[in-house]
């Protein structure tokens, strides 16, 4: 179950307990190396950088807010910054918010969890033609002109798959709340 | 601040996914400091991206070791990051200046550029963030439009001071203009200060009229 990684994430976060770490580590590691991988990294430097990005997840668990978004998506977003990082040699702008600035609403860390496997099951279910670009974008890492070009298809029809994959995904929001 | 222009579900679903030039990954940044409606949607396109993690087949590290050799590592102190430069003052770079911009500024005002004159009233300056296509912040006073001109690719446009009228509509600060190739436009500053945006592309502009012809050599987009 997500839900479980996410609790346990949120309680590394808080007890530094080295035990939770490697629970986390077995699990996201190899996954993460899979994920640099599928970006088109060459196995070694995947291993290295899923171990990197592993010691982030350690190193900046304080920022971890499970009411935004849930461990997978969290740890998602730093290996994807890493990989950028490390390809580019140059930051991932990121935004940053004033401190006192409100930032939506908060959800609770059971809600994102079960919002995590509707999403997994609701893109098991999209059309194909759906799929293929979500994947060539998330796992292939190729922008959209690029994948107009490898399926010969204007950009406006990669842009509108996307869009449409996107708010048969997004309906998952309105029908947990 | 009140924005009313958003960016498409697409390009979030890009930055998302990582695979915006650097340049056009920049004004996102810079969007989403402003606007908790782009910020929810980024949330919901990162969900995603965290949903595909957990979908791959996982990929056993190479050494058995690796977990202790990283628990070994929990002490050390992270490699000292080229920590971004202090920024002094309430805000640097001044209020209309997102955060992310002013670190790519050096916290520098708009006023304390470098800008280079393109035409009458239109001045610009090239930021080199990398990748494909242009990135710019363009400064046109009162009364100026710039070119009327289409895209090969995408085009971003965030104003950031000021406000403009186009075929799209009025754009005002905070507002972003998400354009693909179908759209050609021709912005006018119709406001009685000058409007500073920043635009960032991932491949060069075509305009379109002789005016845009002879300039895009100059402006180099």
């Known amino acids: 179950m997500r839900e479980e990684w996410t609790a346990c994430l949120a309680r590394m976060a808080e007890t530094r307990d080295r035990a939770l770490f490697a629970r986390l580590f077995e699990h996201f590691a190899p996954r993460v190396k899979a994920y640099l991988i599928r970006l088109g990294m060459a196995p070694a430097q995947a291993d290295e950088l899923a171990q990197e990005a592993m010691l982030s997840v350690w190193r900046k668990a304080h920022l971890f807010n499970p009411g935004k978004a849930n461990a997978s998506t969290w740890i998602f977003t730093l290996a994807r910054n890493l990989c950028i990082d490390r390809l580019r040699r140059e930051k991932m702008p990121c935004y940053e918010l004033d401190a006192d600035m409100p930032d939506g609403d908060d959800r609770d860390a059971g809600e994102g969890a079960v919002i995590s496997d509707r999403l997994a099951a609701c893109i098991r279910r999209l059309p194909e033609a759906q799929a293929q670009v979500l994947y060539m974008s998330y796992y292939d890492g190729r922008s959209h002109s690029e994948i107009a070009e490898v399926l010969g298809i204007p950009l406006g029809s990669v842009k509108s798959r996307l869009r449409l994959a996107f708010d048969k995904l997004k309906a998952m929001w309105g029908e947990s709340s | ?221």
């Open chain 2, 1 to 221: 601040m009140n924005i009313r222009h958003h960016l498409d579900d697409a390009t979030l679903m890009a930055y998302a996914a990582g695979t915006l030039v650097p340049g056009m990954a920049l004004l996102v940044a810079c969007h989403l400091e402003s606007c908790a409606d782009c910020r929810d949607r980024l949330a919901q396109a990162e969900a995603v991206g965290g949903a595909l993690l957990e979908e791959l087949p996982p990929v056993a590290l190479d050494s058995d070791n690796a977990l202790a050799s990283v628990l070994g590592l929990l002490d050390s102190e992270p490699p000292a990051a080229a920590a971004p430069a202090p920024l002094s003052g309430a805000r640097a770079g001044g209020p209309a200046m997102p955060k992310v911009l002013a670190q790519h500024l050096d916290g520098r005002d708009f006023d304390a550029l470098e800008w280079r004159s393109l035409a009458p009233g239109v001045k610009q300056i090239d930021l080199h963030p990398g990748g494909a296509g242009a990135t710019r912040l363009l400064r046109f006073a009162p009364g100026v439009s710039v070119p009327h001109h289409s895209h090969r690719g995408n085009e971003l446009t965030l104003v950031l001071r000021g406000s403009y009228n186009d075929e799209v509509g009025r754009f005002c600060a905070g507002d972003v203009a998400d354009l693909d190739d179908q759209v050609a436009h021709q912005p006018l500053n119709d406001a009685n200060e000058d409007c500073i945006c920043l635009i960032a592309t991932d491949a060069p502009l075509r305009f379109s009229g002789l005016m845009g012809r002879l300039v895009q050599p100059f402006i180099g987009m």
